[in-house]
């Protein structure tokens, strides 16, 4: 059996889909909590840069879900060295410009799909609600 190849985009695509319906699973206010914070965070991470983001976002406790499925794609695509942070803001500060450069890339472009994928769901669930 062969396993078949996926673009990056594609992953990405998988990844954020599964991380929309663990998102859903898990309950509570899911356009509060996941899509709004989910749509937001690419004008967050253009205008202020994603080390800050993160960091704003953890100190008021917002987006949880949204910062740790990006964390754990990020985490995948380049996993941090053994005996270093795991976490996404962590390594934004102590990692070389040429990560965070890349994080950020990457970070927005899984975000769209991210964003995509809520926002569907969102919908859906006005839909199934009225």
């Not at 740790?68 to 053994?82: K, M």
Request: hydrophobic share 40%; with cysteine; net charge positive.
């Amino acid at each position: 059996m062969t396993m078949a190849l996926q673009t990056l985009g594609q992953e990405r695509a998988r990844h954020a889909w599964e991380e929309v319906e663990r998102a859903l699973r898990a309950g509570g206010d899911f356009n509060k909590d996941f899509a709004d914070q989910a749509k937001k965070m690419p004008m967050r991470i253009r205008t202020a840069g994603l080390a800050h983001t993160l960091a704003y976002l953890r100190a008021k406790d917002q987006g949880r879900q949204v910062r740790e499925a990006l964390e754990n794609w990020i985490n995948r695509q380049r996993p941090p060295a053994q005996g270093q942070p795991k976490a996404l803001v962590e390594r934004c500060i102590r990692e070389d410009s040429a990560f965070l450069r890349w994080a950020t890339a990457e970070a927005l472009a899984y975000l769209e799909w991210l964003t995509r994928f809520a926002d569907a769901r969102k919908k859906q669930e006005a839909k199934t609600e009225s």
